[in-house]
């Protein structure tokens, strides 16, 4: 009966996001049966909403309103900066406790049930960014992908690998410790901010190769300036060149309609917790099937030596409640659409952008190509202090942006994440902050 009521007081629209979250927590008289139950009323809403607009490819207003609805915010939370963590959707929140419930009250399944689903989810992901289930590893985050590809290539003393400059320390410093231990040569290669065009961007790095270059690591996502690197065409003249190519897309699961078979990369790493929804702790390493046998795995246990790409997860005991999660997020974004999200999270950015560059002073550290671009947008305001800014639009609305970029660099500013859940008005109350800022500026 407690639990007939409690599935009817979140189902029935206007129930608050805290008393949801309270009720979630309330302990052991919430059942996984009455978890899945509120996972499928939540899908069942979101297919109603999808048949209303079946022929909208990128509805406005009313759909996205709902699709908000279903996100655990803390009232009054505008948060544009997913960029670093992004927010659960309540079916991954759902997911996320009845596996630890299950872990909890019969650990057996650990080893029985789990390891099967966690298979299925492999080809979830797969699917989801056209792979093959041997070409997915499911590791920690985006930095661990990239240790792997560092640590894992036969590389000699000087032979080289081609940085851009302006990548994560989590794409940089695997580097630079292979170059300090093993001899190898580091190079930075500048890029624009932003970069005019795709061939600008190729062409920085095809002027840099040498013949001891071996390795193109780029950031395809990148978290200073928004940019989305071009890799499909820097894969085609890299591979044309001999060369391997390794991508840090931190942010690009979950913002971007990935196909990894079109962008022809080798080395692929993300963190489905920014974009895509899923819970902290958990990442998605691709590795193309041709070059698996390149690239040892250096996390081991039983199990290394087999011919996919699980050998780069032989790392024991996992937290298995959030790769499940991780395959609940995938669920979520598959009910809405992978290019309807992208065309939204763009199109919001489009008009941020639009509209920030009518403030006197405003420069864009992002690309305004649709391309080049998604849903990270950087920028300065002169004679502004970008922390002046992050501040104030958090006091005055409760809007999360974040600082972002070095002084010493030229690439000092703010970054503001448009995921779809975020409203215009909110865009609207963000440049309102940045004008009254701007205004103070002496």
């Not at 972002?404 to 000092?412: A, D, H």
Request: hydrophobic share 35%; charged share 25%.
């Amino acid at each position: 009966m407690k639990q007939d009521l409690f599935l009817n007081s979140l189902t029935r629209k206007g129930v608050s996001r805290r008393n949801f979250v309270k009720y979630l927590l309330a302990g052991s008289s919430l059942s996984i049966s009455a978890l899945s139950k509120l996972n499928a009323s939540i899908y069942q809403s979101i297919k109603d909403l999808n048949q209303d607009f079946i022929r909208d490819e990128a509805p406005d207003g009313v759909y996205w309103d709902a699709i908000r609805d279903k996100f655990l915010f803390q009232d009054g939370l505008i948060m544009m900066n997913n960029g670093t963590v992004g927010p659960m959707p309540k079916p991954v929140f759902n997911t996320l406790i009845k596996t630890f419930k299950v872990q909890a009250t019969s650990p057996v399944h650990m080893y029985t049930y789990i390891p099967r689903k966690k298979e299925e989810i492999r080809s979830r992901i797969a699917r989801f960014i056209n792979a093959t289930p041997d070409e997915v590893a499911v590791v920690r985050n985006t930095t661990e992908g990239m240790n792997f590809v560092a640590n894992g290539l036969d590389l000699k003393p000087g032979d080289e690998v081609l940085l851009s400059s302006m990548e994560h320390p989590g794409g940089t410093h695997p580097w630079k410790i292979k170059e300090e231990r093993f001899g190898i040569k580091v190079t930075q290669v500048p890029i624009g901010l932003p970069p005019k065009s795709a061939d600008e961007f190729v062409g920085s790095f095809e002027k840099a190769i040498t013949p001891q270059t071996k390795v193109i690591s780029v950031s395809h996502t990148v978290y200073i300036s928004g940019l989305i690197s071009p890799l499909k065409e820097l894969c085609r003249m890299a591979h044309e060149k001999g060369l391997l190519v390794a991508a840090d897309s931190a942010h690009g699961i979950g913002m971007l309609d990935l196909d990894m078979k079109e962008l022809g990369i080798d080395f692929f790493a993300t963190s489905p917790y920014k974009w895509l929804g899923a819970p902290t702790g958990v990442g998605v390493f691709y590795v193309r099937k041709q070059v698996q046998d390149q690239l040892w795995p250096t996390i081991t246990t039983s199990g290394w030596n087999q011919p996919t790409a699980r050998k780069y997860e032989t790392l024991g005991q996992r937290a298995d409640a959030l790769v499940i999660a991780l395959g609940e997020a995938v669920n979520f974004q598959n009910y809405i659409g992978k290019s309807r999200i992208e065309k939204r999270i763009k199109s919001l950015a489009g008009y941020f952008k639009q509209e920030l560059k009518k403030i006197t002073g405003a420069r864009l550290h992002t690309s305004e190509d649709l391309y080049l671009s998604g849903g990270l947008t950087a920028f300065s305001i002169e004679g502004v202090e970008p922390r002046a800014i992050v501040d104030y639009v958090r006091q005055k609305y409760n809007i999360v942006i974040r600082t972002v970029g070095s002084r010493e660099k030229g690439t000092y500013g703010c970054r503001v994440s448009t995921h779809y859940y975020i409203h215009h008005r909110e865009i609207d109350m963000l440049l309102e902050g940045i004008k009254k800022i701007a205004g103070q500026r002496t």
